[in-house]
C-alpha cells in the first residue's frame, strides 16, 4: 500500500497538472517561440519529444499530454512573462494563461486576401480514418494554417499519398477523398480543393509544387501499367491512354516524359504555375539506396516519410541528388523581377549572391564529353594531370609497418565524417561567374578557381596520404588544382609558383544557407533518433550504437537527408546519360545554372584537405591512420572504441584541431570496428582498402 508521501506526491502531481491545464492558442505558442528566437528542435530536445509534435501543436492539430503538457505549459508561461504580446497587437491570450482577467478577447479579423473557395469543395471529405493520427475537427473556426500563421493556400500541407479507394494521406495524419480516376482528374482536383504544396523558401523563389504520390493500387486505380516496359527510358510511351488523356486536357510534361517522377504543367498565366508532381511508387520513385523500404510502406507511413522531409529539407521531385540540386537553386534563386527604367516592366534580375546562368567551365574543369573540349585533344586520348583537374574523395591504404605489428593492436577502428561534403561546403568561397584566364599568375587563396601548379616537391608523411591527389600518392609533376587544394600546400608551407589559372573575380558562399537547411535537418532527425548535442563522447558513442532502431520511419529519412547532401554536390558535374550522346555535343544538364564542375571540384577538395590536417593533427601525437576512403580514417587499437584511440588532453578534451566524436556535421562518428588479423589480411593478401569494409565484410563505405 502506498505510504503518506507517495500519496501526497501523486497528489500535487496532480495539482501541478490542473494548474497548467490551460494552454494558449496555437499562433501564440509559435510567437512565443519565435520571441525567444528558440527553434521547434530545441523545444522538442527540452521535452524529450519529437520536432513534428510541436509542430502539431503550435498547428492545432494535436496537444500535448502529460507530463509533457504541464512542462510545455511552464514553458509557454515563462516566456509569455519575458515576452508579452505587444499593446498593439490583438489580444489572444486566453485570461486564464496570461493572468489578466477581463473580458473575453475579441474576434481576430478576417484575412485580407482570403482565398474564395471553389464550387466543387462541397464534393471535398475531410478525415481522420482510424489508420492515422487522432482527427481534428472537420470545420474548425480557424483552420491549422491558419492558427500556426503558414500560408492557407497549403493548408494541408506539401504532398499526398493516394491509395487505391482514393484515400489521400496527407502528413500529420490528414486523410483526404480524392474523387478522380484519371490523371488529369486528380491534377485538377489537387490544385482546385487539394490545398497542397509549400511555401518559397526565398523571398525570390518560386512556392513547392504539390506532390502526389502514387501506391500500386492508385496507379492501377488510374490506368497506369504495375511496371514500365521501356526499360531504357523509363517513361511511358507516347501512344499510351494516359499521355492522350492528358494531351486532350491540355496539360504538358517536361522533357523527361511519364516516368517515375513526373511534372505535370501548363504554362504560367499572370505569373501563377499550375503545376503538379507525381511520384509512381510501383516504379521505385523512392530507391531503396536513399529511402530504404519507404517505397513498401502503407500509405500513411510513405506521408509520414516524405512529409517530415519535406519539411525540414524540401518536397521531393525526383532522387535524392535530384532534391539536393533543387535545394540550392530553392535557397539561391537565380532571378528577380526587376523594374526596366525604360519600359516601366519588370524584367528578371539577377539575384546577388545566386548563379544566375548557365556558365561554360575552364577547359581543365570540363568533363571529357563537353563540347568545349571538342578538337582540343585527339580521339580516345587519356587526359594527363596537366591537362583537367581531378579533385576527387581520397582513397588510400599503406603496408603495416613492422613496429605496428610488433605493438600488439587487437583492432582497426574506424571513425566517419558525418555529413562531409555538406560540412565541407559550409562557408566555402566559390565562383559565381566566368572564369578569367591568367598566365603566370601570383597565387591568391581568395580567387576560387583552377590553377596549374607543381607540387610534386612537398614533402609529405609516409605514414600520410598526400593531401594533393585522390590515391594519396605523391604527385609526379604539374598539375590542375582547385583554390582549396593550393591553399592547403601553402598552408603546409609550400611556396607555389602557378604556371597558368582560370580564376573567378565574382565569388561568394554560395552553398551556405544549402548547408545550413542539410544541418538543421540532419541534427532534427538525429535527435528523433535519440542523438543529441551536447552528449558526452561516450553518451553519444551508447546513443549512436542503436539509434537506427529507434524510429525506422525517422532512420528513413536520416538516409535520404545524407543522401541529398552527396548526391546534390555530385550533381553539380552531371555528366551524359543518354547512350545516343556523342563525344562534343552538348546535353541537358548543360542548361542549368547549377551546372557547375568548379563548385564539386572545391567541396570535394576541401572535404580531402580538411581530413588530411585532422589526421596530421593526431600524426604529430604519433597516430597515424593504416587506410582512407572518402571521409572514412581505420587507426589500430588496442580496444574496439575510438575512445581507445582518439587523443585528450589533460583535462579529458578532445586534441583540439583533430577527429571529435559528436552528432553535428563536421564530427565523426564510429563507423566499424574489426580485429587486426582482419586487416592485416585485407592488406597484405587482398590487396585491398580496408576503410571500404570496416563496417562488415561486404558492407561498402563510400561516403556521405
Same mark, same amino acid.
Given at each position: 500500500?502506498?505510504?503518506?508521501?507517495?500519496?501526497?506526491?501523486?497528489?500535487?502531481?496532480?495539482?501541478?497538472?490542473?494548474?497548467?491545464?490551460?494552454?494558449?492558442?496555437?499562433?501564440?505558442?509559435?510567437?512565443?517561440?519565435?520571441?525567444?528566437?528558440?527553434?521547434?528542435?530545441?523545444?522538442?530536445?527540452?521535452?524529450?519529444?519529437?520536432?513534428?509534435?510541436?509542430?502539431?501543436?503550435?498547428?492545432?492539430?494535436?496537444?500535448?499530454?502529460?507530463?509533457?503538457?504541464?512542462?510545455?505549459a511552464r514553458l509557454l508561461e515563462g516566456l509569455a512573462?519575458?515576452?508579452?504580446?505587444?499593446?498593439?497587437?490583438?489580444?489572444?491570450? !486566453? &485570461? #486564464?494563461?496570461?493572468?489578466? %482577467?477581463?473580458? /473575453?478577447?475579441?474576434? @481576430?479579423? =478576417?484575412? *485580407?486576401?482570403?482565398? $474564395?473557395?471553389?464550387?466543387?469543395?462541397?464534393?471535398?471529405?475531410?478525415?481522420?480514418? !482510424? &489508420? #492515422?493520427?487522432?482527427?481534428? %475537427?472537420?470545420? /474548425?473556426?480557424?483552420? @491549422?494554417? =491558419?492558427? *500556426?500563421?503558414?500560408? $492557407?493556400?497549403?493548408?494541408?500541407?506539401?504532398?499526398?499519398?493516394?491509395?487505391?479507394?482514393?484515400?489521400?494521406?496527407?502528413?500529420?495524419?490528414?486523410?483526404?477523398?480524392?474523387?478522380?480516376?484519371?490523371?488529369?482528374?486528380?491534377? $485538377?482536383?489537387?490544385?482546385?480543393?487539394?490545398?497542397?504544396?509549400?511555401?518559397?523558401?526565398?523571398?525570390?523563389?518560386?512556392?513547392?509544387?504539390?506532390?502526389?504520390?502514387?501506391?500500386?493500387?492508385?496507379?492501377?486505380?488510374?490506368?497506369?501499367?504495375?511496371?514500365?516496359?521501356?526499360?531504357?527510358?523509363?517513361?511511358?510511351?507516347?501512344?499510351?491512354?494516359?499521355?492522350?488523356?492528358?494531351?486532350?486536357?491540355?496539360?504538358?510534361?517536361?522533357?523527361?516524359?511519364?516516368?517515375?517522377?513526373?511534372?505535370?504543367?501548363?504554362?504560367?498565366?499572370?505569373?501563377?504555375?499550375?503545376?503538379?508532381?507525381?511520384?509512381?511508387?510501383?516504379?521505385?520513385?523512392?530507391d531503396v539506396r536513399s529511402w530504404g523500404d519507404t517505397?513498401?510502406?502503407?500509405?500513411?507511413?510513405?506521408?509520414?516519410?516524405?512529409?517530415?522531409?519535406?519539411?525540414?529539407?524540401?518536397?521531393?521531385?525526383?532522387?535524392?541528388?535530384?532534391?539536393?540540386?533543387?535545394?540550392?537553386?530553392?535557397?539561391?534563386?537565380?532571378?528577380?523581377?526587376?523594374?526596366?527604367?525604360?519600359?516601366?516592366?519588370?524584367?528578371?534580375?539577377?539575384?546577388?549572391?545566386?548563379?544566375?546562368?548557365?556558365?561554360?567551365?575552364?577547359?581543365?574543369?570540363?568533363?571529357?564529353?563537353?563540347?568545349?573540349?571538342?578538337?582540343?585533344?585527339?580521339?580516345?586520348?587519356?587526359?594527363?594531370?596537366?591537362?583537367?583537374?581531378?579533385?576527387?574523395?581520397?582513397?588510400?591504404?599503406?603496408?603495416?609497418?613492422?613496429?605496428?605489428?610488433?605493438?600488439?593492436?587487437?583492432?582497426?577502428?574506424?571513425?566517419?565524417?558525418?555529413?562531409?561534403?555538406?560540412?565541407?561546403?559550409?562557408?566555402?568561397?566559390?565562383?559565381?561567374?566566368?572564369?578569367?584566364?591568367?598566365?603566370?599568375?601570383?597565387?591568391?587563396?581568395?580567387?576560387?578557381?583552377?590553377?596549374?601548379?607543381?607540387?610534386?616537391?612537398?614533402?609529405?608523411?609516409?605514414?600520410?596520404?598526400?593531401?594533393?591527389?585522390?590515391?594519396?600518392?605523391?604527385?609526379?609533376?604539374?598539375?590542375?588544382?582547385?583554390?582549396?587544394?593550393?591553399?592547403?600546400?601553402?598552408?603546409?608551407?609550400?611556396?607555389?609558383?602557378?604556371?597558368?589559372?582560370?580564376?573567378?573575380?565574382?565569388?561568394?558562399?554560395?552553398?551556405?544557407?544549402?548547408?545550413?537547411?542539410?544541418?538543421?535537418?540532419?541534427?532534427?532527425?538525429?535527435?528523433?533518433?535519440?542523438?543529441?548535442?551536447?552528449?558526452?563522447?561516450?553518451?553519444?558513442?551508447?546513443?549512436?550504437?542503436?539509434?537506427?532502431?529507434?524510429?525506422?520511419?525517422?532512420?528513413?529519412?536520416?538516409?535520404?537527408?545524407?543522401?541529398?547532401?552527396?548526391?546534390?554536390?555530385?550533381?553539380?558535374?552531371?555528366?551524359?546519360?543518354?547512350?545516343?550522346?556523342?563525344?562534343?555535343?552538348?546535353?541537358?544538364?548543360?542548361?542549368?545554372?547549377?551546372?557547375?564542375?568548379?563548385?564539386?571540384?572545391?567541396?570535394?577538395?576541401?572535404?580531402?584537405?580538411?581530413?588530411?590536417?585532422?589526421?596530421?593533427?593526431?600524426?604529430?601525437?604519433?597516430?597515424?591512420?593504416?587506410?582512407?576512403?572518402?571521409?572514412?580514417?581505420?587507426?589500430?587499437?588496442?580496444?574496439?572504441?575510438?575512445?581507445?584511440?582518439?587523443?585528450?588532453?589533460?583535462?579529458?578534451?578532445?586534441?583540439?584541431?583533430?577527429?571529435?566524436?559528436?552528432?553535428?556535421?563536421?564530427?565523426?562518428?564510429?563507423?566499424?570496428?574489426?580485429?587486426?588479423?582482419?586487416?592485416?589480411?585485407?592488406?597484405?593478401?587482398?590487396?585491398?582498402?580496408?576503410?571500404?569494409?570496416?563496417?562488415?565484410?561486404?558492407?561498402?563505405?563510400?561516403?556521405?
Amino acid at each position: 500500500m502506498s505510504d503518506e508521501n507517495e500519496l501526497f506526491s501523486a497528489v500535487d502531481a496532480l495539482l501541478e497538472q490542473v494548474a497548467h491545464e490551460d494552454l494558449p492558442p496555437p499562433a501564440e505558442r509559435k510567437r512565443l517561440r519565435e520571441a525567444a528566437g528558440l527553434s521547434q528542435a530545441q523545444i522538442a530536445t527540452a521535452l524529450g519529444a519529437r520536432r513534428e509534435a510541436v509542430g502539431n501543436w503550435e498547428a492545432g492539430r494535436t496537444e500535448p499530454r502529460p507530463p509533457k503538457r504541464a512542462a510545455y505549459a511552464r514553458l509557454l508561461e515563462g516566456l509569455a512573462t519575458r515576452f508579452p504580446i505587444p499593446a498593439e497587437a490583438v489580444p489572444t491570450v !486566453p &485570461a #486564464a494563461f496570461s493572468g489578466t %482577467p477581463t473580458e /473575453p478577447p475579441p474576434a @481576430p479579423p =478576417a484575412p *485580407a486576401t482570403a482565398p $474564395e473557395e471553389p464550387a466543387a469543395k462541397k464534393a471535398v471529405s475531410t478525415s481522420r480514418r !482510424p &489508420a #492515422a493520427r487522432k482527427a481534428a %475537427p472537420k470545420k /474548425p473556426a480557424v483552420s @491549422p494554417a =491558419a492558427a *500556426a500563421g503558414t500560408d $492557407e493556400r497549403f493548408a494541408n500541407g506539401p504532398l499526398g499519398v493516394l491509395d487505391g479507394d482514393g484515400s489521400l494521406y496527407c502528413v500529420g495524419g490528414l486523410v483526404l477523398d480524392c474523387p478522380a480516376k484519371t490523371v488529369p482528374a486528380l491534377v $485538377e482536383w489537387t490544385l482546385a480543393e487539394a490545398r497542397l504544396g509549400s511555401p518559397r523558401l526565398h523571398r525570390h523563389g518560386n512556392d513547392g509544387d504539390p506532390l502526389i504520390v502514387l501506391t500500386d493500387a492508385a496507379a492501377e486505380r488510374l490506368g497506369l501499367p504495375a511496371t514500365l516496359e521501356d526499360r531504357r527510358g523509363l517513361r511511358l510511351p507516347d501512344d499510351h491512354k494516359v499521355i492522350k488523356q492528358l494531351t486532350k486536357a491540355k496539360w504538358q510534361l517536361s522533357g523527361r516524359g511519364f516516368g517515375s517522377w513526373t511534372r505535370i504543367y501548363r504554362p504560367m498565366q499572370q505569373g501563377k504555375r499550375r503545376c503538379v508532381q507525381l511520384a509512381v511508387l510501383p516504379w521505385d520513385a523512392l530507391d531503396v539506396r536513399s529511402w530504404g523500404d519507404t517505397g513498401q510502406l502503407p500509405a500513411p507511413d510513405v506521408a509520414a516519410v516524405l512529409g517530415t522531409y519535406a519539411t525540414r529539407v524540401l518536397t521531393p521531385r525526383g532522387t535524392t541528388a535530384v532534391c539536393g540540386l533543387e535545394l540550392m537553386t530553392a535557397l539561391r534563386p537565380p532571378t528577380r523581377a526587376v523594374k526596366d527604367e525604360t519600359t516601366g516592366a519588370f524584367v528578371p534580375g539577377p539575384v546577388p549572391g545566386s548563379l544566375t546562368r548557365p556558365i561554360d567551365p575552364a577547359w581543365p574543369e570540363a568533363p571529357d564529353e563537353h563540347p568545349i573540349l571538342a578538337g582540343r585533344f585527339p580521339a580516345h586520348h587519356v587526359r594527363t594531370p596537366a591537362e583537367t583537374i581531378n579533385e576527387e574523395s581520397l582513397t588510400w591504404f599503406r603496408p603495416l609497418a613492422d613496429q605496428e605489428v610488433a605493438e600488439g593492436y587487437t583492432h582497426a577502428v574506424g571513425i566517419d565524417v558525418n555529413m562531409a561534403f555538406a560540412a565541407a561546403a559550409n562557408r566555402l568561397n566559390v565562383g559565381l561567374g566566368p572564369a578569367r584566364e591568367v598566365t603566370a599568375p601570383e597565387f591568391d587563396p581568395k580567387l576560387p578557381g583552377s590553377w596549374l601548379v607543381d607540387l610534386s616537391g612537398i614533402e609529405t608523411d609516409p605514414r600520410l596520404p598526400s593531401p594533393f591527389t585522390p590515391d594519396g600518392e605523391r604527385p609526379d609533376g604539374p598539375g590542375w588544382y582547385s583554390t582549396t587544394t593550393v591553399a592547403y600546400a601553402t598552408e603546409l608551407g609550400a611556396c607555389v609558383e602557378p604556371i597558368e589559372a582560370f580564376v573567378r573575380d565574382e565569388s561568394g558562399y554560395y552553398l551556405d544557407p544549402w548547408y545550413q537547411r542539410l544541418r538543421d535537418a540532419y541534427v532534427a532527425t538525429m535527435a528523433d533518433l535519440g542523438v543529441t548535442t551536447g552528449m558526452s563522447e561516450a553518451e553519444f558513442l551508447t546513443a549512436m550504437s542503436g539509434y537506427k532502431s529507434v524510429d525506422p520511419q525517422a532512420a528513413a529519412v536520416l538516409a535520404a537527408i545524407k543522401a541529398t547532401a552527396k548526391g546534390g554536390i555530385g550533381k553539380l558535374q552531371e555528366r551524359p546519360r543518354s547512350i545516343r550522346h556523342k563525344r562534343g555535343e552538348p546535353w541537358p544538364a548543360l542548361k542549368r545554372v547549377a551546372w557547375s564542375p568548379h563548385i564539386r571540384a572545391e567541396v570535394i577538395a576541401k572535404t580531402r584537405t580538411d581530413m588530411h590536417r585532422k589526421m596530421s593533427r593526431l600524426a604529430a601525437v604519433g597516430l597515424y591512420p593504416v587506410a582512407v576512403n572518402a571521409d572514412c580514417a581505420v587507426y589500430l587499437s588496442h580496444g574496439p572504441s575510438p575512445l581507445d584511440f582518439l587523443p585528450h588532453t589533460d583535462d579529458g578534451k578532445p586534441l583540439p584541431g583533430g577527429f571529435r566524436l559528436g552528432v553535428s556535421p563536421g564530427m565523426v562518428k564510429h563507423e566499424g570496428t574489426q580485429s587486426f588479423l582482419w586487416l592485416a589480411d585485407m592488406i597484405e593478401n587482398q590487396n585491398a582498402n580496408p576503410a571500404r569494409e570496416i563496417k562488415g565484410p561486404g558492407i561498402l563505405n563510400e561516403g556521405e
